[in-house]
């Protein structure tokens, strides 16, 4: 096998070999950009690093030591020459970009020979120094696992002692100083002297890469982005430009287009006199990309023409890292870059406009799941905030929450469902688990393409960077803007938009939709297969999912109606009726409330379909709890002071233990509610189809699908079936109208799955409810099964996805499968949907299309996100009209 590839043999179509930044390193040589020469280890070999136990593949240490003479032989320089020596960096590259999540070492090969060789064919002591120290302590850091942070001690004692601020300002002396302090800070660390040895230190370094695939930033992050976790990493081994070798070099990374409006312009930071790791670390705040136009003007042009050679030949918007060394420009890497949601929109219809790509191509550029962070919510222009501080709008959309200020606290406050805002100096990839978790993100330093910009940007989350007039203190757990001091707790509001630090919570506001979102949410409609539905339970709900683009409602939940506290205590009658007689004339009240509910959202519908699911969980939901009701009785009967009370509670607490179940996900509810009590179903089938009826006879198409909930046979949905066309004819012939309507199953169980050809005699419609048959299939318990285990699956790569949110397709999958043809053997046509919410997860609309349903229904807000998904499901999967 072959492991090592020079760059002149990649291309851009390696990518899963190569890795992504491998492959473009590959194209850009190929077409002649000024890209440092050098090769790539492929992702065989990182798998392979693992598959051995993490020793390196047999034969990879020859092909890198081969591949680096014709690397020496190319660029003129020997790897570790004490006249001519050849620095190297060593890069991840991972299949899909991973920005920050794993690891680099920059300017390989010093040690004691080539340190002073650089000096003086540079002619420049104060660069070879602060080159090497840079080395030192980032190989120490990332290869051997020594806190960084003891080194950066190490320099502020250094700036201090010699009384400058900026590492810029240290002289030859101090660096020196500092080089030799963190060598013995090594030697303390690791117990033996730091290896000068350049071929050894290549090959730790090959390791240290290879382990960060698996560091924990890594791991969360593919974890949250869906990435194969088996993919690996390809390392990418590359001669040094150096920008940080005075006034006429520098770093920067720059976007073809504006990564968060989607602007078509050159959008960007750069420094003079630094490491591509500067600009990116926020360890300094940088100058726009536009600046250099006035400082390097030829080096500009340059880059510009640059830039739109490779937006032109990726087709699309490009994320480029550039050194200048002495006035000469390098190109280190391209990939298509981040950018919100409105920034991809934005990007894929001007491309259409510009005749880059087709229709087709700009629907599959959009990522579903980041149509929700159109939504971003904004502050309310009517607000009149306290504005603290003004950073740079690095990711848009508005937040509040309690200040922290450690990345740990932000996920375990996060989870536990506070709001909080992470405020850091600076983010690093280590603090992702926060990122996560928090609302928002605030920086005192870095810049528009810092670590955090990037990542918020990604994730939708609004940040604010760069805001040097706050001042961040760890220790006193606080930061301060002038006089005034914010601390740990304290509610601030940032916005991504605008770059304003608000003290306070401020009213938020949602946006309106974009041109650019209609338009691309058309062309998918124009080309998507499957209707989108709406769960939706209100007449606000409802009309909401109609201009979100709800082509009808797939669920509404009847039980949800129930809830009203003003509707409580009739609920509570009706079940704690012991006749047939009591518990009809308890439900009289409740069938005039749901007509009504059903009459507005019907209405609110107009036209479109709407699917009612009756009564479905078991009765003791809608009564106090037996735990609660225990404690009050045994108190009552301590006090002796209540005795009519008592007797009160002990014939309700007689009740609630009667009607107590062991296990009542399985118990007595869905449709054996409906058999054993006859009149609640009747109750909601004279409600829904009397307000379909007024609304016939007022001018409106109701068009009302009545669902039964957990069938297993077809006497039970034949049974009800009768029922549900007994009353329609009722209501129909009381009202003198006539309207169309359907009466189906709920599939949730895998014996309706597998007498589904059965079921379909009476069932006119089936609707997989996903979150049952996912329960009931693996035999899993979703709240206990989240809470407990689940994470560990996961992790442990037992299970890819948490099955609840991504829909499992060989289990759960295989019995939709049998479902739809047996359904469909019986009933040719049969509607077949899905309810349940994965209608709303962007690869189960996947599947629901590739096995053939009509439908699928989510909740109002991911409505958008599932009318794209079905679109690039068609476009990947067409199906024989």
Known sequence: MKYVYLFHEGNAQMKSLLGGKGANLAEMTNIGLPVPYGMTI???????????????????????????????????KR??????????SVRSGAVFSMPGMMDTILNLGLNAVTFPALARLTNNRWFACDTYRRFIQMFSDVVMEIPKEKFEEILQEQKAAQGVTLDQELSVESLENVIARSKELYRREIGKDFPEDVHEQLLLSIEAVFRS?????????????KIDHNLGTAVNIQSMAFGNMGNDSGSGVAFTRNPSTGENRLYGEYLVNAQGEDVVAGVRTPNPIAHLAEEMPDIYNQFRDIAEKLEKHYRDMQDIELTIEHGKLYILQTRNGKRTAQAALKIA?????????????????????????????????????????????????????????????????????????????????????????????????????????VVTRGMGKPCVCGCESVKVDYGQQCFSVGDTVVKKGDLISIDGTTGRVILGAVPLKDPELSHEYQTILGWADEVRDLQVRANADTPEDAEKSRRFGAEGIGLTRTEHMFMAQERLPYVQKMILAETTEERSAAL?????????????????????????????????????????????????????DNPELLQEKEHLLAQVQK???????????GCRLGITYPEVYEMQMYAIFNA??????????????????????????????????????????LHKVEFPYLCGSMIELPRAALLAGEIAEAAEFFSFGTNDLTQTCFGFSRDDAEGKFLPIYINQHIMKDNPFAVLDRKGVGRL?????????????????????EHGGDPSSVEFCHQIGLDLVSCSPYRIPIARLAAAQAALKYPRNK
């Open 42 to 76: 492929s992702t065989d070999a990182c798998r392979d690093y693992y598959a051995h136990g993490g020793k390196l593949p047999e034969g990879l240490v020859e092909e890198v030591m081969d591949s680096l003479a014709r690397v020496e032989e190319k660029v003129g």
């Open 79 to 88: 790897f570790g020459d004490a006249e001519n020596p050849l620095l190297l």
């Open 213 to 225: 695939w698996n560091n924990h930033r890594a791991i969360v992050y593919r974890t949250i982005n």
């Open 349 to 453: 219809c001007d491309m259409v406009e510009e005749g880059l790509i087709t229709r087709s191509e700009a629907i599959m550029r959009i990522d579903p799941e980041h149509l929700a962070n159109v939504l971003h919510r904004q502050i309310d222009s009517s607000a009149s905030p306290h504005v603290l501080a003004t950073g740079l709008a690095a990711s848009p959309g508005a937040a509040f929450g309690s200040v922290v200020f450690d990345a740990d606290e932000a996920e375990h406050l996060g989870r536990i469902g506070a709001k909080v805002i992470l405020v850091r100096v600076e983010t690093t990839p280590d603090d992702i688990h926060g990122i996560v978790q928090a609302q928002g993100i605030l920086t005192s330093r870095g810049g528009m393409t810092s670590h955090a910009a």
């Open 588 to 640: 009289l009240p409740l069938q005039i409330m749901q007509e009504n509910d059903f009459y507005g959202i019907l209405k609110a519908m107009n036209g479109l379909p709407v699917c009612i699911r009756l009564l479905d969980p078991p009765l003791h939901e809608f009564l106090p709890s037996l735990e609660k009701l225990l404690v009050e009785t045994t108190e009552l009967r301590v006090r002796g």
């Open 659 to 669: 009607l107590h179940e062991v296990n009542p996900m399985l118990g007595h509810r």
């Open 692 to 733: 379909a009826s007024r609304l016939a006879r007022d001018g409106y198409t109701p068009l009302p699908e009545i669902e039964i909930p957990l069938t297993i046979s077809l006497a039970e949905m034949a049974i009800l079936k009768e029922r549900c066309d007994r009353i329609a004819r009722e209501c129909m012939a």
């Open 816 to 836: 939709m499968e049998i479902a739809i043809e047996e359904g469909r053997k019986t009933r040719p046509g049969l509607m077949i949907g899905i309810c349940g």
